[in-house]
């Protein structure tokens, strides 16, 4: 199999910055993947001059039901598209040094440069293996994410090294749980935040070890979660998150599943949330059910307030600082 390298902005690739090889580990993490070599770019996006640094990236819906990754400054000015291949670019998460991206290109996992260049394979889907919602964890050596295979709709948490390898299932839906979904890193890295419908039907937080053991439960029941919209701080010190519970529609909770309070009300259903660096602000919009408009709300409360209005856009990603 080819390396599948791809340069899409114009910082180009060149001979003096090779792509990593991630020949054996793609091959070895599945035997499904596309053997038509690397995808060309569906459409041109400047990109940026120089690398990019506190912007949000998100995934943009254009006229023609293309989606791409594009950039943009927190208050939403500034919009750039940064990369495009010909499948739908979405779900984008940064490296925690903010040099990187992985996303979600049609059923494949993809990690380019923050400047929209050295777009890379790094797991292929397709045939009956589709991947999405990664994450990356904070020491910046493995990424967490979904992935559905061999017909089935219910996903599998999986984690992968940042080259393609040492592919891994941490827990199944089918086995203890129903269904799991949403993974996310404890800032510090030794947890894996995630949602789980239990045989009763309820959806509910849990956490699991970094490595899939010691799986405990956060938060029980009554909010009515729908499998979207989990997040963090920063700082670990609290959770926000979608779910229904009178009226909905984001709420927070300390990072021990204590105080869980309404954030913000009213809003649709499937949604995908980031928080500022500083842990003082969130930002969210639609995922799966998009496209829509972007809002941001206090960490504390109060007035939410739209920051991109085209309701072209979906799955917003803070970049670290």
Same mark, same amino acid.
């Given at each position: 199999?080819?390396?599948?390298?791809?340069?899409?902005?114009?910082?180009?690739?060149?001979?003096?910055?090779?792509?990593?090889?991630?020949?054996?580990?793609?091959?070895?993490?599945?035997? #499904?993947?596309?053997e038509?070599?690397?995808?060309?770019?569906?459409?041109?996006?400047?990109?940026?001059?120089?690398?990019? #640094?506190?912007?949000?990236?998100?995934?943009?819906?254009?006229?023609?039901?293309?989606? &791409?990754?594009? %950039?943009?400054?927190?208050?939403?000015?500034?919009?750039?598209?940064?990369?495009?291949?010909?499948?739908?670019?979405?779900?984008?998460?940064?490296?925690?040094?903010?040099?990187?991206?992985?996303?979600?290109g049609?059923?494949? %996992?993809? /990690?380019?440069?923050?400047?929209?260049?050295? /777009?890379?394979?790094?797991?292929p889907?397709?045939?009956?293996?589709?991947?999405s919602?990664?994450?990356? &964890?904070?020491?910046?050596?493995?990424?967490?994410?979904?992935?559905?295979?061999?017909?089935?709709?219910?996903?599998?948490?999986?984690?992968?090294?940042?080259?393609?390898?040492?592919?891994?299932?941490?827990?199944?839906?089918?086995?203890?749980?129903?269904?799991?979904?949403?993974?996310?890193?404890?800032?510090?890295?030794?947890?894996?935040? @995630?949602?789980? /419908?239990?045989?009763?039907?309820?959806?509910?937080?849990?956490?699991?070890?970094?490595?899939?053991?010691?799986?405990?439960?956060?938060?029980?029941? !009554? @909010?009515?979660?729908?499998?979207?919209g989990?997040?963090?701080?920063?700082?670990?010190?609290r959770?926000?998150?979608? !779910?229904?519970?009178?009226?909905?529609? %984001?709420?927070?909770?300390?990072?021990?599943?204590?105080?869980?309070?309404?954030?913000?009300?009213?809003?649709?259903?499937? /949604?995908?949330?980031?928080?500022?660096?500083?842990?003082?602000?969130?930002?969210?919009?639609?995922?799966?059910?998009?496209?829509?408009?972007?809002?941001?709300?206090?960490?504390?409360?109060?007035?939410s307030h739209?920051?991109?209005?085209? &309701?072209?856009?979906?799955?917003?990603?803070?970049?670290? &600082?």
């Amino acid at each position: 199999m080819m390396s599948m390298t791809l340069c899409v902005a114009l910082s180009a690739c060149s001979a003096a910055d090779p792509a990593p090889d991630n020949d054996q580990a793609a091959s070895t993490a599945s035997p #499904t993947g596309s053997e038509d070599g690397p995808p060309e770019a569906s459409a041109p996006c400047p990109g940026p001059d120089e690398r990019p #640094t506190d912007k949000v990236a998100y995934a943009h819906l254009d006229d023609d039901g293309d989606w &791409s990754l594009w %950039l943009m400054d927190p208050d939403g000015t500034n919009p750039m598209c940064l990369l495009d291949t010909p499948e739908a670019d979405v779900a984008p998460a940064w490296s925690p040094d903010g040099s990187r991206l992985v996303f979600r290109g049609g059923d494949d %996992l993809y /990690v380019a440069r923050a400047d929209g260049s050295n /777009v890379t394979l790094l797991l292929p889907g397709g045939g009956s293996r589709s991947f999405s919602t990664p994450d990356w &964890s904070p020491d910046g050596k493995s990424i967490v994410f979904t992935a559905t295979e061999d017909g089935r709709e219910e996903p599998d948490i999986m984690v992968v090294d940042t080259n393609g390898g040492d592919l891994k299932t941490l827990i199944r839906s089918g086995d203890r749980f129903p269904y799991v979904d949403e993974p996310e890193w404890s800032p510090d890295g030794s947890n894996i935040l @995630f949602l789980a /419908v239990d045989t009763g039907g309820w959806s509910d937080l849990y956490l699991m070890r970094a490595d899939g053991s010691d799986v405990r439960l956060l938060l029980s029941r !009554g @909010f009515d979660l729908d499998g979207s919209g989990i997040g963090w701080s920063p700082d670990g010190k609290r959770i926000a998150f979608q !779910g229904d519970k009178d009226g909905g529609c %984001l709420f927070i909770v300390r990072a021990n599943g204590r105080d869980a309070r309404r954030l913000v009300e009213g809003c649709s259903v499937g /949604v995908d949330l980031t928080w500022t660096p500083d842990s003082r602000t969130i930002l969210w919009g639609p995922s799966d059910n998009g496209p829509g408009d972007l809002y941001a709300v206090s960490s504390r409360g109060g007035r939410s307030h739209v920051v991109e209005d085209t &309701s072209t856009a979906a799955w917003p990603a803070w970049q670290p &600082s």
